[in-house]
Every structure is written in C-alpha cells, then in structure tokens.
C-alpha cells in the first residue's frame, strides 16, 4: 500500500539546542560553512544520507542522539557562537548602511534622499540551494545569488515567486538513454519554510478574483535567506477549487492558460502578497519594483490598479509606477520572449458589465493592459513589451546582450539608431561563497587574514595570490579534482543501476575517471543553441583525444532538456550512447539530474569549463564564472560575459564562425576549432610539467583567471552596480513623481502632481509630435579649408508645434560619415535656444569644433525634454531635419 502523503515528524529538542531551529531555519547555512559543518557533526552519516540538509537532519537525528549533543559541552559552544554569528550577520551595519551614512542618513534611521527603502525582486524561479529545488537553470540560481548578494550587502530586498508543488522535474535515464521525468512533491513542512500567518496564528490568504466568478486564492511561505525574505505564493490549498490548486504545481509546466494563471499569480498576487508581508511585519512599502525576466509583469498592472484606487487617473498612475520599476530582459532572441494570445489576456482582464476593468483589477480598462504587450502579431501579447513600457529602466545581463536587446527591442523607440535605444546592460555575477571551493575560501581567509570577505570586490584583494607558492594552487586544484571523480563513480554507479545493470557488471567504475587527467566539463539546460554535441561532431576524433596516451582528457556531460523537448533528449541519447561504448566509458560520462550540488563539484573540480553556444544568443552565462572562481579556466565561444572579459590569458576563445548562414558548416568549423584547441594548446600546457611535477604555465593561467576574474564575476559587484545604476535612481524618479508638480498655475499642487504633470507632458507631447519639423538649418563659422577643431556654428529654425522650447532639446549631431551618409559613432552637441522667428517657429543655435578628421557630416533633432524623463530618448520620439 502506498502513502497518501508523507511528512516528518521531529524529535523535540532540548532548550539548549535550540538555537539549532534558527541555524536551519535560516538559509544562510547554504553558504556558510561553519554552521554546515556543526550539522554534519551532529551525525556525519545521516548527514549525508538526508542530502546535507539541516531541516531535514533535524527531522531524522534520533532523541538519544539529540540528548547526547545536549550534554556535549563543545558542540553546545559552537552552536552558541554560530548563533551569534548569525545574528550579527543579520544585524551589522553593512555596505548598503555605510552608503546611507555616506550620503548623509538620517540619524533616526530614515534612509537619505535616494537611498530605496524597499526594493521588491519579482522572479518566476530562485536556486537558493538544492533543498528548495525553486528553479529550473541560470535564471533561477541568478536569482538566488542576487538575493544571497543583497542579504551580504544589506539591502532592503524582498523577494516574490511562487512554491513549486514540485519544482522543476528530476532526471533519469533509461536503459537506453531517453530522458526520463519525475516529479517528486515536495512537502513544505519538510523545507526551510514558515507560513505567514496573521496575529491569530491564521495563515494570510491573498485573493484573485478571475474570469466566471472563480477566486484563485494563495498562502504565502517565507524563506529566510540571510537578511532577505522570499515569499512563495502557494495555491494549494482547500479553499480553492481541484483545478486552482494545480496553479502552482510545477515550474514551466502546462500549457498557455496555466502560465498566464502562474504569472498573473506571482505578478498581481507578488504585489499583494508584498503588501501583506510589510503590513504584518511593520516595515515599509518597497519603493522601487524589479522584475527578473518579463515573467511577472502583470505587477505593473496591479501597481496601476492601487494607485487608480488611490484617486490617481490611469496615466498618472502609470507614470508613477514607470518611475519606480527596473526591467532585465534575459532573452537574446524573439523565440524565447514569453507571448500569450491577446484573447486571454482580455478573457482574464476584460471588463465586467457594466464597469471599468475586470473583476481581478478594477478599474483598469482592458485595452491599456492589451496594449502594453502590442508587438507585430496583432493576436499576440508580448510579455517583454509589457516590461520595457511599464519600466523606465531596463537592461540586458552582459554588454554584448545589451547591444544585442537594443536591436532586438529598437521597433519600440523607432527613429533611433540601436546604440541609441535607451536599454543599458549589467553583467551578471555568481555568490563567491556559494559556489567557490571551502578550500578557495580558506585561501582567500588567509590572505586577507580576516573573516570579512567584502574586500573580494576591490581588485587589490586579489593581487595577493601572486603570493601563494604555485605548489599550493595545483595542490588544491587536484584536490578538488580528486573529490570530483569520487563524486563522479558514485553518480556513475548510482545511473547504471537505474537504468537496470546489475552490480557485478559495474566493476569497472572503480577506475573509470582518472585524478590525474585533463578534466573537462560541460553542464548546462539543453536548448538547441547551446550545441550540447558540439564535442560529437567529429566522434573518431574526440575518440582519439580521450584516449592519448600521453596527454588524455576526461570529459563530464550533464544537462536536463525541457520535458517537451524531444530534440533536446534526442542530443542527450547521442551523448549517452557514445559514452555508454565500454572503449570510452572511463573517459566520458553523462551524468543524469544535474541540479546545484551536482553543479557545484563541477566546478570546484574541472580543470576546464567548455561552453560552445550559438553565438550570440547566449545572454550572460554564469556556469563559466563559477568555475572560473575555482581556478577552472574557461574554453569558450566569444559569447555573454566571455565576450567581454576574455583577455587572451585567462583561457581559450573557440574563434566563432557567426554570421554564417549555413549552420551545418558552422558548427563544423566550429567543432574543429574545438579539436584543434584542445590538441595543440590546452592539453599540452596541462601536461607541460616541472621537475616537481606542476604544470607551471598552466598554475600561471589558473593564478591569472583568478586575479582578473575574480572581483568581476561576483553577484556583489552586479548588485552593486544594480544599486547604483537603477535601484537609487528609480527611487529618486519614484520621489520625484510624488512631490506637486513645478507648474506655478497651482494646476499641479497636490501630492503627485509632479506625476500628473509628466503624464500630461506625455499626452500633449504625442499629440504635437506629428506636426514638429525643422524648417532650416544654417551653418556658418568655417574657413574654406576646414581643419581639425575649426569652429562651426549651426543654426535651426524649428516648429514646436504649440510646445515650449524649454519642453524639448534640440541637438546638432556630428560625426564621421559612410558612404551611404550614415553618421558612425555622431557626438551631440546641445543647441541654445535664441528667440523665436516669424511664424511662430523658434531658433536654436549651437557652436562647435570639428571633432575628427575626414568626411564630416552634421544633422540637427529634436526630442522631448521634461526633467521626469530617464533621458530624453524615453518616450521614443525624435524630429530630424
Ligand atoms: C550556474 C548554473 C546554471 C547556469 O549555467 P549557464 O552557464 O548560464 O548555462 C544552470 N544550472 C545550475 C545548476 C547552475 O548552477
């Protein structure tokens, strides 16, 4: 008879170990080492057997053992100090405070003028850690590294996604290498959760109201990560109906009106269940709203919907939420933009008779929401449309993806060149202390000699290894090489079994992988363009470089593909079957389920992280960061972050045959650069050896990765950067929105006036767009033979179509001309305002020293200008003569 359900049920644990409940409870343990460490020694074997995981540890250890812990005086000391290291953790003045006490905090403990004193991160997926299985690949474990980031620096963050009934799908194998799926429930009582309950010990609900008078209803759990606060909404629950409850079932699970439910949950519902988190927790309203991914988009609807309520009109309602939200797009092509037929969005958000908006948002007509996911396709709603209008602020995750979102996105802002489109670009970084080695971290301890690890983020910190005796680094890089291929035979010989052998023909796993060979790796989800057979292309001559018998390299596979996606589990077979071959199988290896814990002895172990997409639809990347981290040298296609911070010496560029239309000759170029790499330059460094036996040159790239590589990939560093690119500006803009506006009528006096005026601004700016127009453009000032800084003065004539001319900016624009008259790299100069000509029109003029040689060319613009605006390209409108 099988179990309807299964829950755990603890042992009580004594006063003096209590404190045991706050570690656990708290996911700061899943990057702190210390307090791993005294739950391991709690009982080393059942630690591992519950997948080192101290809710569920606290869950099996038996009461004798509980009771001998308590009586064990030293266990009971370093419970105590982990205790009290946590709560210092979560209540010392970090970066984000001494920023406050910088610009000039209050000395009540209001936040200065600018500082946010809430953000809200809205994210469909968090990877935390392999106990809360919340994600499904990079933009999941990014998630959970901003959080972790932001609890280090002590920002004022509060998380919102939802709880997966079962996350994402675990993988296995079949005898004959198919991709199996199981979906394993996951019991909430057994995670790092607490209900949120109100002051009755109720659980808080939060409602949605959907289409034929259905109410979809969600609990919140809070996980704790470090200071941080995540709210997963949850709707299985009794109060909603057998079809409701499936809501939140698993991660991208289901088809278009199971999506549209999940991210209308965690978007309107994100919103509402921030609100009742702060008002049950007595802290303030997060100011500033950042959605990872178009995913969560609807909470800029919801925003709107409260604000109408309010008393706010639908554009100054707007123009407040736009002021205070940061978009990131993670996609760099239009295929993998999140889209739902227009019909469901208005069955979902369509009115009700008789009234303005649905029953879900009251009072938020219909026909504004459908339009702000307009795209091409009429029948389509374009979720990454909805970001970009409802946010002020959007980026892509590395420089080469900013460029390429600022193509991809530039029909929004028609009338600009790409590099123009207003969508900035931070690149993304990975939580040190969650994914670098505790031997890496001891290190860094050392040089430092110091416990605080915030100095990681100055470049000064990592010039110490130049110190650190090249013995010491291959020491630790075939340490953890070691512990990789103990870890890889387990996993091996786990697989096997699965997939029906039987023990005694599993021999040969003792010996299969090798610690004193060349290991590489390559682990990542299995869409398409990330060329998971790449290696495959040539099969005879990956053969051959497995097998040298001088200098032979060993190659660790793992990646899920998409449960729909039969071509993705089509590439695992064919790895699969090739490394099944008993003439290769101690060389190669698929390993099935890969997931953080997998992930991270991966990285901790390969002396090579080998990622060959498609360039350039990779956006970021971040499993080459991590590994770079420990050491691991990336061998990789010039794409995402690699792009950029590739320098020729801290690894190997695959040189990209991109642009190519025929893909099958692509890759084959492609595969034999690979080859040719990895037999003429990476193979031969690492066998390259000393008397002592180190492979000098290769320890100098390991020492260079890390030094140049290591305060740039942190998530420190991006949240940072997301800090003070976006997060401080929003709230300031959010600030301006609020306060009366600047118009001396008295017309804009009340609280938001400053709002109402922009979006008034707006309206009357779309309106005259159509009939601006510069009439004349005079130049005058240059000798007949120009040189190199001669002064040039324009002059334009230009008709603001009823606008002020402090309402817009006109600007001379110069620069190095093609041959099609195309300005390349313009500078813009800003042009004087001078008085007005007859008709009406208005002259504007501006001087100039040539600023290049060559052919020269000038055009003159004109934008709105209005001190609400990001820039002045935000709105998209732009004049030229
Ligand atoms: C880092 C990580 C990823 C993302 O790797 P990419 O290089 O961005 O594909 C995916 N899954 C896990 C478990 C990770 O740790």
Redesign the pocket.
């Known amino acids: 008879m099988k179990a309807l359900r299964r829950f755990t049920v603890r042992a009580h644990l004594p006063e003096r170990l209590r404190a045991l409940e706050h570690l656990s409870g708290n996911l700061r343990w899943s990057w702190d080492k210390p307090t791993q460490d005294l739950f391991e020694a709690m009982d080393p074997g059942l630690w591992k057997q519950v997948g080192c995981d101290p809710v569920s540890m606290l869950g099996h250890v038996g009461p004798e053992r509980v009771d001998e812990l308590a009586r064990d005086e030293s266990f009971v000391q370093r419970l105590d100090a982990l205790a009290a290291d946590l709560d210092d953790y979560l209540q010392r003045p970090l970066w984000y405070q001494q920023l406050a006490t910088e610009t000039g905090g209050g000395a009540d403990g209001a936040l200065p003028n600018g500082l946010p004193n809430g953000i809200a991160y809205f994210s469909m997926e968090f990877?935390v850690a392999e106990v809360l299985p919340n994600y499904s690949?990079?933009l999941g474990?990014l998630a959970g590294d901003h959080l972790k980031s932001a609890s280090d620096l002590g920002l004022p963050l509060i998380a919102v996604g939802l709880h997966y009934r079962s996350g994402y799908f675990r993988q296995s194998l079949t005898a004959d290498g198919w991709q199996r799926e199981s979906y394993p429930s996951l019991d909430p009582q057994g995670l790092p959760l607490r209900l949120l309950v109100d002051a009755s010990g109720e659980a808080i609900l939060i409602e949605l109201a959907l289409p034929d008078g259905a109410q979809l209803a969600a609990r919140i759990w809070v996980a704790q990560v470090g200071r941080i606060p995540l709210l997963l909404l949850d709707s299985d629950i009794p109060e909603n109906d057998h079809d409701l409850r499936g809501v939140t079932d698993r991660l991208y699970g289901g088809d278009q009106e199971h999506r549209i439910r999940q991210e209308i949950l965690a978007g309107i519902g994100g919103v509402r269940a921030i609100r009742a988190f702060t008002a049950a927790e007595g802290l303030p309203s997060p100011e500033v709203f950042h959605m990872n991914e178009g995913h969560a988009g609807f909470l800029g609807a919801e925003r709107i919907r409260e604000l109408i309520e309010a008393g706010l009109d639908f554009d100054t309602a707007l123009t407040v939420v736009r002021a205070s939200t940061v978009f990131t797009t993670h996609t760099p092509v239009p295929a993998g933009i999140d889209r739902f037929p227009v019909e469901l969005v208005e069955r979902y958000f369509g009115p009700e008779p008789g009234a303005v908006g649905s029953r879900l948002l009251p009072g938020v007509p219909v026909d504004r929401i459908v339009a702000f996911g307009d795209e091409d396709d009429a029948t389509k709603f374009n979720m990454a449309h909805m970001g970009l209008r409802l946010a002020q602020r959007a980026n892509g995750v590395s420089l080469l993806h900013g460029q390429v979102s600022r193509g991809m996105f530039n029909d929004l802002w028609p009338g600009f060149d790409q590099e123009e489109v207003p969508i900035g670009s931070i690149t993304n970084g990975v939580h040190a202390p969650t994914w670098a080695a505790p031997q890496w971290m001891e290190l860094g301890r050392e040089l430092l000699g110091s416990d605080d690890l915030s100095s990681l983020r100055e470049p000064q910190t990592w010039e110490r290894l130049k110190q650190v005796d090249p013995g010491h680094m291959w020491w630790i890089r075939s340490q953890l090489r070691t512990a990789l291929v103990e870890d890889v035979r387990a996993r091996l010989r786990r697989s096997w079994l699965d997939r029906g052998a039987a023990d005694a023909e599993l021999g040969w796993i003792a010996t299969a992988f090798d610690p004193a060979v060349l290991t590489i790796g390559f682990a990542?989800?299995v869409p398409t363009y990330k060329r998971l057979t790449l290696m495959l292309r040539d099969p005879d001559r990956l053969e051959k470089l497995l097998l040298d018998d001088k200098r032979p390299i060993q190659l660790i596979v793992a990646g899920k593909a998409h449960p729909a996606d039969d071509g993705g589990k089509a590439l695992i077979q064919q790895v699969v079957r090739f490394a099944d071959r008993p003439e290769v199988r101690h060389r190669i290896a698929f390993l099935p389920d890969?997931?953080?814990s997998m992930?991270r002895q991966l990285y901790y172990g390969c002396d090579v992280w080998l990622?060959n997409p498609l360039r350039p639809l990779e956006a970021c990347?971040?499993?080459?960061m991590?590994s770079a981290l420990n050491g691991g040298l990336n061998l990789s296609i010039r794409d995402g972050w690699w792009d950029e911070w590739y320098d020729g010496e801290n690894g190997w560029e695959i040189p990209t045959a991109d642009g190519l239309a025929d893909e099958d000759r692509r890759d084959d170029i492609e595969a034999s650069a690979l080859y040719d790499l990895l037999e003429q330059s990476v193979a031969p460094k690492f066998y390259d050896r000393d008397e002592r036996g180190i492979p000098t040159r290769w320890v100098e790239m390991v020492r260079h990765t890390l030094q140049v590589l290591g305060p740039k990939v942190l998530a420190s560093r991006m949240v940072q950067d997301y800090t003070e690119t976006y997060y401080i500006p929003a709230a300031q803009s959010l600030r301006r929105t609020i306060e009366p506006g600047s118009s001396s009528a008295g017309e804009f006096d009340a609280p938001f006036g400053a709002a109402r005026e922009l979006a008034q601004y707006r309206h009357r700016v779309h309106r005259a767009w159509p009939q601006v127009e510069i009439t004349d453009v005079d130049s005058s000032g240059l000798p007949d033979a120009p040189l190199l800084g001669s002064q040039l003065t324009l002059t334009a004539k230009v008709n603001l179509a009823g606008l002020r001319p402090e309402e817009v900016s006109v600007q001379a624009v110069l620069g190095r001309v093609d041959a099609a008259d195309a300005l390349v790299d313009p500078v813009t100069v800003p042009m004087r305002h001078i008085g007005a000509v007859d008709g009406g029109r208005q002259m504007f003029t501006a001087t100039t020293p040539l600023p290049i040689t060559g052919s020269v060319g000038y055009t003159v613009r004109v934008l709105p200008h209005h001190r609400l605006l990001a820039g002045d390209n935000e709105l998209g409108l732009v004049t030229l003569a």
């Open positions: 990877g690949g990079g474990i990542r989800r890969y997931d953080m992930a990622n990347g971040t499993s080459g991590k």
